[in-house]
């Protein structure tokens, strides 16, 4: 597990809880004492728990910490393979234009995309868009804007602007936070922007989310549950976590 990793899930897990001692997070995550002294001071320092004698209790409110993409595509990785292969059954007819976000989830799923369906997929991701400019079924288009470091993706003003000039048949959305009720959420004002035209100008809306984003409220939303059609994510998922999807609208679908 890379400490980045690590450290989200040790906030996470003093948050669920409320406190938790050093000895008892160091036995979860397998590793020393020291390790986990050292991330609860990173923690600490940007807010997310609150260090205690022997352990460490949880702060007042608990933004969420946005990691790189490649941070991100190291992690649950067989349970985002699974999604993605899901993903593929809500892909429009052959020829319809598809909206691709960012993320290391939507990532596995262009790689996916079958030879023998050709597309027209509009993306702002740039590793995506490099991916997919030598496959031959596809008509690739870039949307402009600033190319942000953490996400590799285009936002800003232009990325928006370009979007509102689209209608698209189905979306493939990524999100780093989702509850019933924050809705989805990141942690970024110019990639909630991006992501909430996105969703506008698609006739269909598909949520690809691991079970490790439930629960999680960023700072942003820029969607609430009930404007989603699809969210794919997989078995890890929690009972009660299921029923509140299912009651706030989307079909559920678990891989």
Do not use: W
């Not at 023998?116 to 400019?133: C, G, S, Y």
């Amino acid at each position: 597990m890379y400490a980045e990793e690590r450290q989200q899930a040790i906030a996470e897990l003093v948050t669920d809880r409320g406190r938790l001692a050093v000895l008892a997070l160091a036995e979860t995550f397998g590793v020393t004492t020291e390790t986990v002294r050292r991330d609860l001071s990173a923690l600490e320092r940007i807010g997310l728990v609150r260090r205690v004698h022997g352990g460490a209790v949880a702060a007042n409110a608990l933004p969420h910490v946005e990691f790189r993409l490649s941070d991100r595509d190291a992690a649950n990785t067989a349970a985002k393979d699974r999604i993605a292969k899901a993903a593929l059954d809500e892909l429009p007819a052959s020829g319809s234009t598809v909206l691709i976000d960012a993320g290391s989830t939507t990532a596995r799923l262009i790689s996916r995309l079958p030879r023998d369906h050709p597309l027209v997929v509009v993306t702002h991701a740039v590793p995506l868009a490099a991916r997919l400019a030598t496959a031959p079924q596809i008509e690739l288009h870039l949307l402009p804007g600033r190319v942000r470091f953490t996400t590799q993706a285009a936002v800003g003003p232009l990325t928006v602007k370009a979007i509102e000039a689209l209608r698209v048949d189905t979306v493939f959305l990524g999100t780093n936070g989702l509850t019933s009720g924050h809705g989805l959420s990141t942690p970024d004002r110019d990639e909630a922007a991006t992501k909430r035209a996105m969703l506008e100008v698609a006739r269909r809306v598909v949520v690809l989310a691991d079970a490790s984003k439930f629960g999680v409220e960023a700072a942003i939303r820029f969607a609430r549950l009930d404007e989603v059609d699809v969210v794919i994510s997989d078995t890890g998922l929690a009972a009660e976590q299921r029923e509140e999807i299912a009651t706030a609208g989307p079909h559920l679908v678990l891989a």
